[in-house]
C-alpha cells in the first residue's frame, strides 16, 4: 500500500517537473531564435516479489515503483524565418550560431540574430553581448551605411568589405549548456566542426522560436490531468490506509 503511494509521488513529481518545462516553452513562445527543451524520463529499478511459504522464496514477479526525470535536452529544430526588413536582423539557415562574447570575455553563442548598436557602434545582443566577427568586436560606423550582410556574413558598406560575421558550427549540439536569454555555452564535450560552415545567413529577417503552442497547450492540459489523477490515487491509498490501522487493527 505505501509503495502505491510512493509511486504515485514520484510520477508527481515527474509530471510537475514536465509541466514546469511546458510552460516555460509557451512562455518563449514569441522569443526570437528559441529552441524548446524536451525531457526523456526513465523507472526506477524493477524489485523483485517473492512469496515465503515454508521458510522459502518463490518469484512470483516484478514491480516498477514508478519514474523520474532522465535527463533534459533541446529541441534544435529550425523555427520559421519571418521578414523584417531590419539591416541589423539576421536569420540563420543550417544549424551554425552566431559567437558572441559578453564584456568579460567569456564566449557564448546564439541563434537568436535581433542585432542592434550599442552608442559606440558595436554590434550587440539585446543583452549587450558583443557580435564576433573576423578580428572581433564588430564595430560599424553608421554614416558609412547602409550596409548590406551577405550570406557568408561578410558586411559592406559603400562598396567595401568592413568584415564578416563568423557563423560556428558544432559536431553535437547537444553539448553545448543552455543559459538565459538565448544564449548557449560550451562545455568540455563541445567540438567546434572543423568542416566549412554550411549555414548562412539572411539579413532582414530572424528565426522565430520552434515552439509548437498547440501541441505545448495540448501537453500541459495532460499534464495536469495526469497529476490530478496521481493525487486522487494518493488520497485512495491513503484512506484504505487509514481503515487498515483504524478498523481492520481493532479486529479480534
Known sequence: MLKGIYTAAAGMLTTNTAIDTLANNLANV???????????????????????ENNEKTAIGSLVNGSQIYGSYVNFAPGGIQQTGNPLDLAIHGNGFFHVKTADGTSLYTRAGNFTMDSNGYLVTPGGEFVQGQSGNIQLNMADGPFTISENGTISAKGQN?????L???????????LSDNLYQATS??????DPPKSVIQQGALEQSNVNPISELVNNIQGMRLYEALQKNIHMHNDALGKTVNEVGRYR
Open 168 to 178: 560556428v558550427e558544432f559536431q553535437d549540439k547537444q553539448t553545448l549548456q543552455k
Open 162 to 166: 568592413v568584415n564578416q560575421i563568423g
Open 189 to 194: 564535450a563541445s567540438v567546434v566542426s572543423t
Open 30 to 52: 514569441n522569443t526570437v531564435g528559441f529552441k524548446a527543451n524536451r525531457l526523456s524520463y526513465q523507472t526506477f529499478p524493477e524489485m523483485m516479489l517473492n512469496k515465503v
